[in-house]
């Protein structure tokens, strides 16, 4: 009989864990979704488009590279290194 408890309580723990997870989800969504419409109402009243490319490129541009060009060669020489030895 203890035994039975015990697997009833795991499995309502699990359930609640579940629909909890099941309710940030949906929040999130919900959440995103709203921010979407209200950048697109933002977008027409100014007379914009809204445009995902546009927005990514827009983005790229202002980051730093990840990468050096001088990294790049040694992480090469490295790469060409490893090969040798373990390929």
Known sequence: ?????????????LTVLALAGLAMAAIFTLSTLI?????LLVASLRGQRISAREYWKQRQSR????????????ISFMKDIWLTFFD
Not at 1 to 13: F, K, P, S, W
Not at 35 to 39: K, P, R, S, V
Not at 63 to 73: A, G, Q, Y
């Open 35 to 39: 921010a979407l419409a209200i950048a």
């Open 1 to 13: 009989m203890a035994e039975l408890i015990r697997r009833l309580m795991r499995l309502l723990l």
């Open 63 to 74: 980051r730093k590279p990840m990468f050096r060009p001088d990294m790049i060669l040694v």
